[in-house]
Nanobody, 120 residues
Framework: QAQLVESGGGLVQAGGSLRLSCAAS????????MGWYRQAPGKLRELVAV???????NYAASVKGRFTISRDNAKNTVYLQMNSLKPEDTAVYFC??????????????WGQGTSVTVSS
């Protein structure tokens, strides 16, 4: 059972920056990917960015060029650097970890969420 601890959310003015961190612990599974999703009030949770074990990345079109995802494999930690923030980036951001066991079973873990508010 993996535990994900997120940090770095907060209140920032439009155009500002924030850096989110998510540290994973408690798992010996092979981690396939780590990423960030977000959910704004009244909306569905959506993918923001994901980084695979091979370091390939994928971004939502709305954040491409402004957000950068990175990963420290030694620390099992994923980061999301968010620049040029916009009010529409306001949401609760959730860390996600996808892993697989030696037997091939797949696991999907979520953090508790960290709130990001961008004021105009």
């Amino acid at each position: 059972q993996a535990q994900l601890v997120e940090s770095g959310g907060g209140l920032v003015q439009a155009g500002g920056s924030l850096r989110l961190s998510c540290a994973a612990s408690g798992t010996s599974l092979r981690i396939n990917s780590m990423g960030w999703y977000r959910q704004a009030p009244g909306k569905l949770r959506e993918l923001v960015a994901v980084i695979a074990s091979g370091a390939s990345t994928n971004y939502a079109a709305s954040v491409k060029g402004r957000f950068t995802i990175s990963r420290d494999n030694a620390k099992n930690t994923v980061y999301l650097q968010m620049n040029s923030l916009k009010p529409e980036d306001t949401a609760v951001y959730f860390c996600n970890l996808r892993a697989v066991s030696a037997a091939g079973a797949r696991y999907d873990y979520w953090g508790q969420g960290t709130s990001v508010t961008v004021s105009s």
